[in-house]
């Protein structure tokens, strides 16, 4: 697949592409894939350019060197730190801000994103995890939020981390600066799946993407679009709203196909032939 990012050489990123699938590599391994502005400036590009992209079905989110991330790069904030103030622009906040930029980038995409949780899931890199629509751990994944015991506060991270798995659980693991491996992850609602080997990891990986290829493409940008407005539109509206995606569905190429592909009792054209 040729990627289009018009901004940006993608350097601290590597992808490949298989059956309408994305594979994206966080690939800075020996800082545990830190995110660094550049990282950042490429993940921003990426999701852009494929927003509507409908021929890639999901994207896979993964680490290099069997580490997820371990959040934000120390030096980048160090220099943020002694970059002037000028006309009322913190550098410290433009920084911070951007990566909610991206987080909330990768929360709406339109495909299915799936994270590859293994080694360091720290910091931004848990932000990260609370925005795929399937997480799948290592049961020895090291997650939590270091931020607090640096001295300030996971910002960008925290309105995804309540979303995930509420209030109460998001405030104790903050305080805390708690660390925990995949089981808890999962008990908490983190992630979805949790494997103890790489074999069995990369066969959660191949299923989940095997049901996702069943799924038309449209119809999941749909339902992710209705799904993420859950609380911050009023229900009426909403509905109303979900109604009309829902005609504009079965009126559309997806919606014929997915119908006359029952009534005929085979696949639709969407489907893996696999």
């Known amino acids: ?3 289009d990012l018009p901004e940006t050489k993608a350097v601290q990123l590597r ?10 590599t966080l690939a ?3 800082v545990k894939n ?6 950042m400036q490429e993940l921003e590009a990426v999701f852009d350019g494929l927003h509507e992209r409908r021929d890639v079905r999901a994207i896979v989110l993964r680490g290099e060197g069997g580490n997820f991330c371990a959040g934000g790069d120390i030096k980048d904030m160090a220099a943020a730190r002694g970059a002037p103030v000028e006309a009322g622009a913190d550098p410290i906040a433009a920084y911070n801000r951007r990566f909610g930029s991206v987080i909330a980038k990768i929360d709406h995409a339109p495909q299915a994103v799936v994270a590859i949780l293994e080694g360091a899931v720290l910091g931004g890199g848990f932000g990260l995890a609370c925005v795929a629509d399937v997480a799948i751990a290592t049961s020895d994944a090291e997650f939590g939020l270091p931020e ?9 991270i925290a309105p995804f981390l309540v979303r995930r798995i509420g209030v109460s659980q998001a405030i104790r ?11 808890t992850a999962l008990a908490l609602g983190v992630c979805h799946i949790v ?10 990986l191949a299923n989940a993407l095997a049901q996702i290829r069943r799924c038309a493409p449209g119809a999941i940008a749909a339902t992710k679009h209705i799904m993420l407005k859950v609380g911050s539109v009023e229900l009426g509206a909403l509905l109303d709203e979900a109604a009309g995606l829902f005609a504009e569905a079965a009126r559309g190429p997806e919606g014929m196909e997915g119908m006359m ?4 009792k085979r696949k639709p054209s969407w489907a893996d032939p696999g």
């Open 1 to 3: 697949m040729a990627l």
């Open 15 to 24: 992808f490949d592409e298989a059956q309408g699938v994305l594979f994206v």
């Open 28 to 30: 800075r391994p020996a």
């Open 34 to 39: 830190a995110m660094s502005r550049e990282m």
């Open 148 to 156: 607090t015991g640096l001295g300030v506060p996971p910002a960008q």
């Open 173 to 183: 693991l903050a305080v805390t600066g708690a660390r925990f491996a995949g089981s």
């Open 195 to 204: 494997v103890q080997d790489s074999v069995a990891l990369e066969r959660e």
């Open 261 to 264: 592909a029952f009534l005929g």
